[in-house]
């Protein structure tokens, strides 16, 4: 078992986990010589399918709209590095705070946010889905690459990330808070305790706030690429409008995309160092001693400040109204819908068959297998699908495939 985990680095903080001290995995294994538990779970999320099915699954735009655009293996990226940078400043794990970076999108369907609530729908009288809990399934069932054992069987610290970056998902008596706890974190909670009343270790929540941060930053890049709105419609925003004027001052004759590159560069460090400065005052406060006292504090460590966090609902209310809902976008998400809607019947009838791969005759399984597993499997094989296979697929299957141009 490695002790040092911060092989020659500064000495991590009192509050941060501890690779050593790690609650080890579902199925028990032999400790590396060479890593500690969390750098080998960042390696086996690199080496998973579902990582590299980020590739061609897309944030907004669908991924034959332009080389140049995010796509979920792009973002995760991204956000890994932000994450380092949060969890350094912080004297925190860094591996840690990468593999959930890295992970935190294995359970978005194709299409985005459009394919999640497709599903969610078709899937409501068996539970619905959540690409949250869909995440949970691919690392603990879905992935099946080892020999003795389904899933990555990541650590318990990886697990709890994963599933509560956005904070505790029960009461103290088990009661959903937002909605009722998704089946699959139910299920695997009862066999391999999560702590779901508390909230995550620092590392965990600084991978959460660098999703917003590059998203919030890049979708912006990605709406002025598309044409969905001009450098003078964020004038008026907090901070970019603040930025924008910055670097007009300074650079009065520049091009438009090296200007939006310096407002979008400028962005996500104000933002990061916003991050920074707030979660050191919190920490400040509570002088934690140990992770277990970041989970238990009732509240997130690491934040915005306020007027920061004002600025981040402003700019997100602006992608809301002149991205994500854009006339243009709405209308392939209309499509993308269609899509979704026709694979889910075709398979879940047997009308189609799935691969052989999941060792099913879905024939014969249409009229043997129970209602609610078959539905639950063709959510697992529609929701793993890229963007391009799904296309590819809805054109084998049908005469007519919807433009999701």
Not at 163 to 192: Q, S, W, Y
Not at 240 to 252: C, D, K, N, T
Not at 340 to 351: C, E, N, P
């Given at each position: 078992m490695?002790?040092?985990?911060?092989?020659g680095?500064?000495?991590?903080?009192?509050?941060?986990?501890?690779?050593?001290?790690?609650?080890?995995?579902?199925?028990?294994?032999?400790?590396?010589?060479?890593?500690?538990?969390?750098?080998?779970?960042?390696?086996?999320?690199?080496?998973?399918?579902?990582?590299?099915?980020?590739?061609?699954?897309?944030?907004?735009?669908?991924?034959?709209?332009?080389?140049?655009y995010?796509?979920?293996?792009?973002?995760?990226?991204?956000?890994?590095?932000?994450?380092?940078?949060?969890?350094?400043?912080?004297?925190c794990?860094?591996?840690?705070?990468?593999?959930?970076a890295l992970?935190?999108?294995?359970?978005?369907?194709?299409f985005?946010?459009?394919?999640?609530?497709?599903?969610?729908?078709?899937?409501?009288?068996h539970?619905?889905?959540?690409?949250?809990?869909?995440?949970?399934?691919?690392?603990?069932?879905?992935?099946?690459?080892?020999?003795?054992?389904?899933?990555?069987?990541l650590?318990?610290e990886?697990?709890e990330?994963?599933?509560?970056?956005?904070g505790?998902?029960?009461?103290?008596?088990?009661r959903?808070?937002?909605?009722?706890l998704p089946?699959?974190i139910?299920?695997f909670?009862?066999?391999?305790?999560?702590?779901?009343a508390?909230?995550?270790?620092?590392?965990?929540q600084?991978?959460?706030?660098?999703?917003d941060?590059?998203?919030?930053?890049h979708?912006?890049?990605?709406?002025?690429?598309?044409?969905?709105?001009?450098?003078?419609?964020?004038?008026?925003?907090?901070?970019?409008?603040?930025?924008l004027?910055?670097?007009?001052?300074?650079?009065?004759?520049?091009?438009?995309?090296?200007?939006?590159?310096?407002?979008?560069?400028?962005?996500?460090?104000?933002?990061?160092?916003?991050?920074?400065?707030?979660?050191?005052?919190?920490?400040?406060?509570?002088?934690?001693?140990?992770?277990?006292?970041?989970?238990?504090?009732?509240?997130?460590?690491?934040?915005?400040?306020?007027?920061?966090?004002?600025?981040?609902?402003?700019?997100?209310?602006?992608?809301?109204?002149?991205?994500?809902?854009?006339?243009?976008?709405?209308?392939?998400?209309?499509?993308?819908?269609?899509?979704?809607?026709?694979l889910?019947?075709?398979?879940?009838?047997?009308?189609?068959?799935m691969?052989?791969?999941?060792?099913?005759d879905?024939?014969?399984?249409?009229?043997?297998?129970?209602?609610?597993?078959?539905?639950?499997?063709?959510?697992?094989?529609?929701?793993?699908?890229?963007?391009?296979?799904?296309?590819?697929e809805?054109?084998?299957?049908?005469?007519?495939?919807?433009?999701?141009?």
């Amino acid at each position: 078992m490695i002790e040092d985990v911060s092989f020659g680095r500064e000495g991590l903080a009192a509050f941060a986990v501890k690779a050593g001290q790690s609650r080890g995995r579902y199925f028990p294994e032999t400790a590396s010589p060479t890593r500690t538990p969390f750098q080998r779970d960042r390696d086996r999320v690199i080496h998973s399918t579902a990582f590299r099915r980020l590739k061609h699954k897309t944030q907004v735009f669908v991924y034959h709209e332009g080389d140049h655009y995010r796509t979920r293996l792009t973002h995760s990226i991204e956000v890994a590095q932000i994450a380092r940078s949060l969890a350094r400043a912080l004297r925190c794990d860094e591996d840690l705070a990468e593999a959930l970076a890295l992970s935190h999108d294995f359970g978005h369907t194709p299409f985005g946010h459009t394919g999640e609530d497709a599903l969610d729908e078709l899937t409501r009288e068996h539970g619905g889905f959540d690409h949250n809990a869909q995440s949970l399934r691919i690392v603990t069932k879905l992935e099946r690459r080892y020999a003795e054992f389904d899933g990555l069987n990541l650590s318990w610290e990886t697990l709890e990330g994963l599933v509560k970056h956005n904070g505790p998902l029960t009461d103290a008596a088990g009661r959903g808070l937002k909605r009722t706890l998704p089946k699959p974190i139910a299920e695997f909670n009862a066999l391999f305790d999560l702590d779901l009343a508390s909230h995550s270790s620092v590392e965990a929540q600084c991978a959460a706030i660098a999703d917003d941060i590059a998203y919030n930053a890049h979708d912006l890049d990605d709406g002025l690429r598309a044409g969905l709105f001009d450098l003078d419609a964020l004038h008026d925003l907090p901070l970019v409008g603040e930025l924008l004027a910055g670097v007009r001052e300074r650079y009065p004759h520049l091009d438009p995309v090296r200007t939006t590159h310096e407002i979008v560069r400028r962005q996500i460090t104000a933002m990061v160092e916003d991050v920074i400065a707030e979660t050191q005052r919190r920490l400040g406060e509570l002088a934690p001693a140990s992770d277990a006292d970041v989970r238990g504090a009732g509240r997130a460590m690491v934040s915005f400040s306020e007027p920061m966090a004002a600025a981040e609902k402003a700019i997100k209310k602006f992608l809301f109204g002149h991205m994500y809902r854009a006339p243009s976008v709405m209308v392939i998400r209309d499509n993308a819908q269609i899509i979704v809607r026709d694979l889910f019947f075709a398979y879940a009838s047997g009308d189609a068959q799935m691969p052989n791969e999941w060792g099913i005759d879905w024939r014969d399984a249409a009229g043997r297998m129970a209602e609610e597993k078959r539905v639950r499997l063709v959510a697992d094989f529609i929701a793993g699908m890229t963007d391009r296979y799904a296309i590819s697929e809805h054109q084998r299957l049908f005469d007519a495939t919807p433009e999701l141009r």
